[in-house]
């Protein structure tokens, strides 16, 4: 049995986690995180972080003693310095409160990339986590819709390289712009994308930790996202009746079921294939032929398969990237954010003028 951490930082990151353990313990109501047990085969251990004590009391699923709250107003308001010293201020409470949960096999820390608090606080977190603990941590990183604004491109762009610099050993992303196909208004979109994050994560773990037909394992999972640039993105597909199970995998490995916008077959560097359903849906003929068709593309292609009897084919891929198209179009962005930011400071400094024209009245007072 795996022992696993799963951490959400920030607005979105509690979201997520919430979602994930809505999945976990069920849906019967707000009261099932109290009665019934977790769904999962591992040892699962959850931690809600943030500034804003309102977005953890949002949090329906999460048990009130897995929110940590570190208090700073109600957010950092999208500043990332100020959210570098209140996790400075609360590194002690946070370290503590995970050190006391024990050791564990894997890691994930869940953030968005663009806010103040969970974009500063997940790099910090994880380079103090890897300095004390030797198992593998992976961050899943959530981008803006990128017409939120300047800020949060400026923040998502540096979120990013100290992600990169803090010794995560992987960064899984997923994109709200991308993944904002779903339609409907933004907290049913937000909902969507948060279930879609939350599904795939479970059935990895799921996967990690079960007694497969063909086994992929911990071990292989690390692998794969050693692999490429240090990112990754994972692929999903559910068959809603009975398909050929090549056409399961061929739909997982499609840009419409993964959470970044990328080519498989162009810029994966690694990949792991798990199906998951009953035995009669997977022909070795059909997955033998998909999974050689990845691999004369990306090279290794780790697969796994989870028979569950009487169940349509579900299949998971997990992507390492080599090259990321729509990751240097976002850095295009962020760097005319990051400029235009700097210009408007430049130009509110040099606003000095209006107080020296204030400073004109200083001590005088109006004569009627
Ligand atoms: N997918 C998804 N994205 C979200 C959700 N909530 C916020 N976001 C995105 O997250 C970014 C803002 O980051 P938040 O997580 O709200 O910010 P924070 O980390 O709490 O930081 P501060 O509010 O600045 O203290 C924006 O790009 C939002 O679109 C959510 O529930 N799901």
Partial sequence: MLNILIIGNGQCGNRILDAINR??????????????QQKYKSNVQTIAINTAVNDLKEMKFTKAKDRIHTPHLHGVGANRNVGKHVFEDNKTLIMKNIHDRGDFDVAFVITSASGGTGSSFTPMLIRELKEKCDYPIYALVVLPFR???????????????????????????????FLKQMGGNVESAYNGINDMIAKRLLFLLDALDSEMMMVTDLGDFKTVMSGG??????????????????????????PEGMLFSTDAYQEASRSMIILKGDRKYM?????????EQLSSCVGQVFKGIIVRNDELPQVLTVLTLESAMELENLYAIAVEAINYERQKKERVDSMKEVDRAFSQINGMDPSY
């Fill in 23 to 36: 999945e976990a313990f069920g849906t019967k109501g707000r009261f099932a995180k109290y009665l019934s």
């Fill in 147 to 177: 017409e939120e604004g300047t800020l949060y491109l400026q923040n998502a762009a540096f979120c990013l390289k100290d992600l990169r610099e803090s010794g995560a050993d992987g960064i899984i992303l997923a994109d709200n712009q």
């Fill in 229 to 254: 640039a240090g990112l990754a993105t994972i692929g999903f597909y559910e068959a809603e009746a009975e398909m050929p199970i090549k056409s399961v995998i061929k739909n997982a490995l499609s």
């Fill in 283 to 291: 022909s070795i003929d059909e997955v033998s032929s998909e999974v």
